[in-house]
């Protein structure tokens, strides 16, 4: 049986890139999943996949900068599934801007998304995976970008840092009632967040990171599936980068 048999997992941005991933690996290990995002098209895409593989998901709409919107996506995942064990707070931004460049909205944008969405899923998701108890976690997916300084890209870089933060808090807030709650921090990983980057581009991203090759959203998958399954039951308020080396070096 699969590493997330009973699991129901409700992942927020489960219909594109390092989501869609962790969709497919959660419900082939066994979970249940609600894919949650504002892209209903794909979405629906990545479901029929799931079950096209003989594993169960659906889809909500979900814009994880409202709270109503949230506290939605938990009530049907339990009223679908009967319960809530897993959150994947996976959804995110990105745009580029320094301190000169970014303009408040700019700010604002990425904040509501990166930082309040993830606060809102916790605060929507936490009563009922408490209600779950043991066996329940959460994993959040900041970005190396919060662990490092580095220039251009002041909000998102922020917004990730807080990401790391609101993971040890809630880590402890939730320890003694069986949540465990544990961030990632993806380095380069092949997906639509970038957009279209040059060829020039591709190889200074390739050259900064040490095995020389940006990673597969697979490969954040396998390590949300590790934290998020009763393997890692010893595990909370842990740091996983998922990068290539590009931390270490
Ligand atoms: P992506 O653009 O492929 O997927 C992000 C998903 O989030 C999209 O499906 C999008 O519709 C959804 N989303 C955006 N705003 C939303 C909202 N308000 N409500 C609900 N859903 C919303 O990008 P990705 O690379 O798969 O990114 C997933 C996460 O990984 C993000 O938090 C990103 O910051 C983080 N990350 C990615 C990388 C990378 O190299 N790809 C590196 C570090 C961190």
Redesign the pocket.
């Given at each position: 049986s699969g590493r997330l048999e009973g699991k129901v997992a409700l992942i927020?941005?489960?219909?594109?890139?390092?989501?869609?991933a962790q969709a497919l690996l959660y419900a082939r290990e066994g979970a249940r999943v609600m894919i949650?995002?504002?892209?209903e098209v794909?979405g629906a895409s990545v479901v029929a996949r799931i079950r096209g593989e003989g594993g169960e998901a659906a889809f909500t709409r979900?814009?994880?900068?409202e709270l109503a919107s949230w506290q939605a996506a938990v009530a049907l995942s339990v009223a679908t599934y009967g319960k809530l064990t897993t959150l994947v707070n996976?959804?995110?931004?990105?745009h580029p801007g320094g301190i000169i460049d970014e303009s408040p909205e700019g700010w604002a944008k990425m904040v509501a998304?990166?930082q309040t969405?993830v606060f809102y899923g916790m605060k929507a998701g936490a009563p009922e995976l408490v209600k779950a108890g043991t066996g329940s976690a959460i994993v959040n997916?900041?970005?190396?970008?919060g662990l490092i300084g580095s220039p251009g890209a002041i909000s998102y870089h922020a917004s990730?840092a807080a990401v790391r933060v609101m993971g040890k808090g809630a880590a402890l807030e939730f320890v003694k009632q069986g949540v465990r709650v544990n961030t990632i921090?993806?380095?380069?990983?092949?997906?639509?967040?970038?957009g279209d980057i040059t060829p020039e581009q591709d190889a200074a991203i390739k050259a900064s990171i040490p095995m020389g090759i940006v990673?597969d959203?697979m490969d954040v998958a396998h390590a949300s599936l590790f934290l998020a399954s009763d393997e890692a039951r010893y595990i909370t308020g842990a740091e996983l980068w998922v990068d290539g080396g590009w931390y270490a070096g």
């Open positions: 927020s941005g489960g219909a594109s890139g390092l989501g869609e949650g995002d504002l892209q794909l979900l814009d994880v900068t996976n959804a995110g931004i990105f998304v990166n969405g997916i900041s970005s190396l970008y990730k921090f993806p380095g380069q990983i092949r997906t639509p967040i970038l990673g959203p």
